[in-house]
């Protein structure tokens, strides 16, 4: 089992930028990836960026490309999500996700954290 908390978030004007960050508890020594993912209103979830423990590879969504960065604090078990530029499309309820088993990085994790929102005004 992997348990993950969130924090950051919140409201912020275009152009801003927000921190968003996750930080993993239980069986974190098995950890193939963590990642973003998140759902706007009225739309499925979408994956934004991951980051493979093993290696350190990273990988974004084209839309978040060169605006979003994800990082890992290895002491701390912790992912956390630079967001700049922010857009207004950008707004949504943002998910910290973890993975154990190998799989692609876009596809769905086995877990899942609460749900932190973002939004983003014009």
């Known amino acids: 089992q992997v348990h993950l908390v969130e924090s950051g978030g919140g409201l912020v004007q275009t152009g801003g930028s927000l921190r968003l960050s996750c930080a993993a508890s239980?069986?974190?020594?098995?950890?193939?990836?963590m990642g973003w993912f998140r759902q706007a209103p009225g739309k499925e979830r979408e994956f934004v960026a991951a980051?493979?423990?093993?290696?350190?590879?990273?990988y974004y969504t084209d839309s978040v490309k060169g605006r979003f960065t994800i990082s890992r604090d290895n002491t701390k078990n912790t992912v956390a999500l630079q967001m700049n530029s922010l857009k207004p499309e950008d707004t949504a309820v943002y998910y910290c996700?973890?993975?154990?088993?190998?799989?692609?990085?876009?596809?769905?994790?086995?877990?899942w954290g609460q749900g932190t929102q973002v939004t983003v005004s014009s």
């Open positions: 980051f493979r423990w093993s290696g350190g590879n990273t």
């Open positions: 239980g069986r974190t020594f098995s950890m193939y990836l």
């Open positions: 996700a973890a993975q154990i088993r190998p799989i692609y990085y876009s596809d769905p994790y086995d877990y």
